[in-house]
């Protein structure tokens, strides 16, 4: 089974700062898609970025980019110019191709402070 | 874009007592159609896979007789949770995948207490 590891439970940035949230992850399948989520307060989810496993070009979405790392099995997201608005629950999660389930990491609380 | 309405956003009801959740796809038509749970600070976990027109398909350990799923139409899935108790009390989001959008549009979810 596949499984998604966030290291850091809460991290916290200075506005217009830079923050990087770590995400790993376990598979033994070749095909697959990384997503990143953000939940703000209103615990409305929200896709961040998105990335395709055979892609090797790193997803990037304005200030957010991410380091896709297919050997070492690493998804990190970088959030550039950081905003008050970034605080929120960010979920990396897995999904297999082929497959329409989700599996998500357990989290990393992220708090910009201005 | 894709949008996934959810409804209501909290309720409150009684133990014992029965609870509906909608989830409307408002501007595409979903298949397939996801429940989750989401305990206090913690993080998202599958309960079921709702397929329109056949019996949803439940995660291990989800006791498909408390959690009824329906998913009677391509933009419509209910999940209701039967003869509800305290430790039912949770945060229950519904989820669907439009072709355009592959990760999913989720709803804004429902705070379900029972008292």
């Known amino acids: 089974a596949q499984t998604v590891t966030q290291s850091q439970p809460e991290m916290s940035v200075q506005e217009a700062e830079t923050v990087t949230l770590s995400c790993t992850y376990d598979t033994s399948e070749n095909n697959y898609y990384l997503f990143w989520y953000k939940q703000p307060p209103s615990r409305q989810m929200i896709l961040v970025i998105r990335?395709?496993?055979?892609?090797?070009q790193n997803a990037t979405e304005n200030r957010f980019s991410v380091n896709f790392q297919k050997a070492a099995k690493s998804f990190s997201l970088k959030i550039s110019d950081s905003q008050l608005g970034d605080t929120a629950m960010y979920f990396c999660?897995?999904?297999?191709?082929?497959?329409?389930?989700?599996?998500f990491g357990k989290g990393t609380k992220l708090t910009v402070n201005p | 874009g894709a949008v996934v309405s959810q409804h209501p956003s909290w309720v409150i009801c009684k133990s014992g007592t029965s609870v509906k959740i909608e989830c409307r796809s408002l501007?595409?038509?979903?298949?397939?159609m996801f429940w989750y749970r989401q305990f206090p600070k913690q993080s998202l976990m599958l309960m079921a896979t709702s397929n329109e027109g056949s019996k949803a398909t439940y995660e291990q350990g989800v006791e498909k007789d408390k959690f009824l799923i329906n998913h009677a139409s391509l933009t419509l899935s209910t999940l209701t949770v039967t003869s509800a108790h305290p430790e039912d009390s949770s945060f229950y989001i519904c989820s669907a995948i439009d072709s355009d959008n592959y990760g999913y549009t989720f709803g804004s979810g429902t705070r379900l207490t029972v008292v």
């Open positions: 999660a897995f999904m297999k191709g082929g497959s329409e389930k989700l599996v």
């Open positions: 501007d595409f038509q979903a298949t397939t």
């Open positions: 990335q395709e496993a055979y892609k090797q």
